[in-house]
């Protein structure tokens, strides 16, 4: 009994030099995003921690209020702009909450509905953490080694991955089927 062969690959040493290169692995590439993603937040962790004792997902929170109106958020609105569960944002809230760079406010004619809101001294270290921020993303993307091409390319790129800046909402994604 013989089964079908596939057929053969061509030789790479006699493909078409015209023909599209072959595709990347999809997962491989989705795992270097992740690796990539881990180094990136293991260098901000390390400078907003070491000089302001909050991590890079503390320093997120913070400057999403930083950038809503009044500095004031629905802790249900929060908690979607970072992608997080209701019981997320309470959790990360909590020891920012107890460190005085965020307060608990009950809405006046909703007792169900509860703001976060930026303290002026939250405003204050903000201020601080993101010149820091903004320093460690400097030496992540140096001159000498992005150009601001590169820049644009990886911006839409993540873009089109669903990143967002912390002032803006995500674009829907629409799935088929």
Known sequence: MTFPQPDPKPDAHHSDP??????????????????????????????????????LSDFTLLLHLGHAPGGRMRRVDLAEALGLTASGVTRGLAPLERIGLVSREAAAR??????ATLTPTGRERLAEMLYTARQVADDLFAADQWGADDLGRLGALLTRLGGTAPDQRPAPTHRLG
């Open 18 to 55: 015209r023909a599209d290169p072959p595709r990347p692995d999809p997962l491989d590439t989705a795992l270097r995003l992740v690796r990539a993603q881990a180094a990136v937040v293991k260098q901000f962790d390390a400078s907003l921690s070491g000089l302001h004792g909050v991590s």
């Open 110 to 115: 909703d007792a169900r509905v509860a703001y």
